[in-house]
């Protein structure tokens, strides 16, 4: 379908609203709502076909995400910088739609730039469950510990390092309330 026939779809639609319009009889009024809406529905899809034949290939913005394809330059200058592969950024919420609004001006520079710290963070990212995951293995190593770090040990396997500040609220919280006691 071309915009044409989408345009004489559209038109069609007035005469059938015009005469639900002046239709008296509520059985017959719903009967044109609901083939109002049909033809409505089909001239949507229509319109959605149309507009995605007519959408540019280039970065998309998915269900709140927008992806962008590396270059091959781009993509080895960001293996040679940090030894991590990255082929597509995916950014997502807030950050996909401002990146969405700016990229027809963008530079490459700034793609490449985000492309490194996204390869950062998944250097950062490794490292730290592999700090986690050598602590672990360190404080099960002990030999009979209390029960803190017994209970340390069991949030960073659940949670990682990110349940460990709540871990260290509730432990300071018991000992000052054994303090008091005390």
Same mark, same amino acid.
């Given at each position: 379908?071309?915009i044409?026939?989408?345009?004489?779809?559209?038109?069609?639609?007035?005469?059938?609203a015009?005469?639900?319009?002046?239709?008296?009889?509520?059985?017959?009024?719903? @009967? &044109?709502a609901?083939?109002?809406?049909?033809?409505?529905?089909?001239?949507?899809?229509?319109?959605?076909?149309?507009?995605?034949?007519?959408?540019?290939?280039?970065?998309?913005?998915?269900?709140?995400?927008?992806?962008?394809?590396?270059?091959?330059?781009?993509?080895? @200058?960001?293996?040679?910088?940090?030894?991590?592969?990255?082929?597509?950024?995916?950014?997502?919420?807030?950050?996909?739609?401002?990146?969405?609004?700016?990229?027809?001006?963008?530079?490459?520079?700034?793609?490449? @730039?985000?492309?490194?710290?996204?390869?950062?963070?998944?250097?950062?990212?490794?490292?730290?469950?592999?700090?986690?995951?050598?602590?672990?293995?360190?404080?099960?190593?002990?030999?009979?510990?209390?029960?803190?770090?017994?209970?340390?040990?069991?949030? &960073?396997?659940?949670?990682?390092?990110?349940?460990l500040?709540?871990?260290?609220?509730?432990?300071?919280? @018991?000992a000052?309330?054994?303090?008091?006691r005390?």
């Open positions: 379908m071309d044409d026939e989408l345009v004489a779809k559209q038109n069609a639609l007035g005469p059938l015009e005469r639900m319009a002046n239709e008296k009889d509520p059985d017959e009024i719903l @009967r &044109l609901a083939q109002l809406t049909a033809k409505a529905k089909e001239l949507e899809k229509a319109a959605l076909g149309i507009a995605a034949a007519a959408t540019p290939p280039g970065p998309r913005n998915v269900g709140g995400e927008l992806r962008i394809q590396l270059t091959p330059d781009q993509r080895k @200058r960001v293996v040679e910088q940090t030894g991590v592969g990255v082929e597509t950024l995916e950014l997502s919420g807030a950050e996909a739609q401002a990146w969405e609004l700016k990229m027809q001006t963008m530079q490459k520079h700034i793609v490449e @730039r985000r492309a490194l710290q996204i390869a950062a963070n998944r250097i950062a990212d490794a490292a730290l469950k592999k700090t986690v995951k050598d602590l672990i293995e360190l404080m099960e190593n002990i030999p009979d510990p209390p029960d803190e770090v017994k209970e340390a040990i069991q949030v &960073l396997k659940e949670e990682g390092q990110a349940g500040e709540e871990l260290a609220k509730r432990q300071i919280a @018991r000052e309330a054994a303090k008091q005390g």
